[in-house]
């Protein structure tokens, strides 16, 4: 069976939110996997444990470019926060959005042989790596090329939208970035969340759905057939995909209308957008400092 670390045990207490205890027997069970851990405590606490699934797990900052028709996003990571506030940091990254916007390069390789000022945005980034001492990388970009209109929103430098919309003014768009920053849709409707994403949900609902027919059993009461259980699921991921998928949300300045609504309200539609969380799907180094000390208690015994 896997060690199950104190460093691994506050990782998944910050990416949950769950008790520490909780967090130790949901790893226990899981040999260690991070991620069937998250499923458990889900099942055990519900909407609890994923309430803080969105935090940062690195530093970096997100930019946006947008000029007419054509625009782009960009993640750009770098080792520390007090780097990613550095001024010239930050002007780089938005150099790299124009650069993209303006190039259409076809990857970050792509995009670092692009030239500027009789450079390459490659040479650059090396040159601040030098000069500051610490490693910055290019994650990801999408760029943006409509027939429509583009809008953006950035909740600070680390979340950042950028939507493709037709038929509607200014605000509209900004209130669609601004929205999808805040409830971090995955698609644009429901028919288009990742099958992976709904099987995954799924099996938190036939576990949670087992739980509940065990703890009957154990206090004597009747089990739900398995028509009703699979009717419960069904329903379960229903009110997933509704909540995960564009169309189908709330709008967030106004719970009474769904986007879906409020797009008919404004005669407007939406073609597509992105969204960057900073550090999103990264796992950060959390050092373990008890074994540290072990370790240089050890070799000094030595």
Do not use: W
Not at 15 to 38: F, S
Not at 174 to 201: F, R, T, W, Y
Not at 218 to 242: H, N, T
């Amino acid at each position: 069976m896997a060690a199950i670390t104190a460093a691994m045990v506050g990782e998944l207490r910050a990416k949950t939110d769950a008790p520490m205890m909780e967090c130790k027997k949901a790893l226990t069970e899981a040999e260690g996997d991070m991620g069937r851990a998250e499923e458990i405590l889900r099942v055990k606490l519900g909407g609890k444990a994923s309430k803080a699934s969105a935090r940062i797990t690195a530093e970096g900052v997100v930019a946006t470019y947008i000029a007419g028709n054509v625009g782009a996003l960009v993640e750009v990571n770098s080792e520390t926060d007090f780097v990613a506030k550095n001024d010239e940091f930050l002007a780089m990254v938005n150099l790299a959005a124009k650069l993209v916007a303006e190039n259409n390069p076809a990857d970050v390789a792509a995009l670092s042989a692009l030239p500027h000022d009789g450079k390459t945005f490659d040479d650059v980034r090396t040159a601040l790596i030098g000069k500051i001492g610490e490693n910055m990388t290019v994650r990801r970009f999408q760029r943006f090329e409509t027939t429509g209109k583009l809008a953006s929103y950035l909740h600070g430098t680390r979340i950042g939208v950028i939507v493709d919309f037709e038929g509607a003014d200014e605000q509209v768009g900004k209130d669609l970035a601004m929205h999808i920053a805040a409830m971090k849709p995955v698609s644009l409707s429901s028919e288009q969340v990742p099958a992976e994403m709904i099987e995954k949900e799924r099996s938190v609902a036939e576990l949670k759905a087992k739980e509940d027919a065990d703890a009957a059993v154990a206090a004597g009461k009747p089990v739900q057939s398995a028509e009703i259980v699979a009717k419960r699921i069904d329903g379960s991921i229903q009110k997933y995909l509704k909540e995960v998928s564009l169309l189908n949300q709330a709008f967030v300045k106004n719970d009474k209308q769904s986007i879906e609504q409020y797009l008919k309200a404004s005669n407007a539609t939406v073609k597509g957008f992105t969204m960057y969380v900073v550090g999103e799907g990264i796992e950060k180094k959390v050092d373990d400092f008890a074994a540290e000390v072990a370790a240089q208690m050890a070799a000094n015994k030595q």
